[in-house]
């Protein structure tokens, strides 16, 4: 199972679809629940620790707004952990949007310079551009590998070791 880095951030669509297909989707909405969820909060309408601003500044300079920074130090780790990334151009507010076009470009540059495979695709106009928008992002998660090597060697390992046990 893949980890697939989506785009925009919290689109439930490309969520739902990642997930159809057997792989982990990196979206805002998991990062957020684990916030909010979590005991270092002391407040939930304040939601913010002290080393979230420090882990901001690892992604933004602190020139940049605030804004950024603090969305950042959301997304940025999802971006470490990314090893594919599917990312729509252009897409509706209402498809999923993060409400700061300098956080879009800083975070479509990230994952683009990561190096893992990247789709990128336009948001569909029509029902036509609808079926080939879905069929291209289905042909890449069909792509990905379902496990890593890494699991699959130890899942191998583990095999072995069973047999040689029962014999």
Do not use: W
């Not at 679809?17 to 969820?37: A, S, Y």
């Not at 090893?83 to 800083?106: K, M, Q, S, Y």
């Amino acid at each position: 199972m893949a980890k697939v880095f989506i785009y925009p951030i919290n689109s439930l669509i490309l969520a739902d679809l990642v997930e159809r297909f057997g792989h982990k989707p990196l979206t805002m909405m998991n990062q957020i629940r684990e916030k909010v969820t979590s005991l270092s909060l002391d407040s939930p309408p304040l939601n913010i620790t002290p080393e979230d601003p420090k882990l901001g500044l690892k992604y933004a300079a602190i020139e940049v707004p605030a804004g950024v920074r603090g969305r950042m130090a959301l997304i940025g780790p999802l971006i470490e952990q990314t090893e594919a990334a599917i990312i729509v151009e252009n897409p509706p507010t209402d498809f999923g949007c993060v409400g700061c076009n300098r956080t879009n470009e800083l975070t479509k540059y990230l994952v683009r310079s990561k190096g893992v495979p990247v789709l990128e695709v336009e948001y569909p106009k029509s029902d036509d551009e609808a079926r080939d928008f879905v069929n291209k992002i289905v042909a890449f998660l069909e792509s990905l590998p379902k496990e890593k090597p890494e699991e699959d060697e130890k899942a191998k390992e583990t095999e072995s070791a069973d047999k040689e046990d029962k014999e």
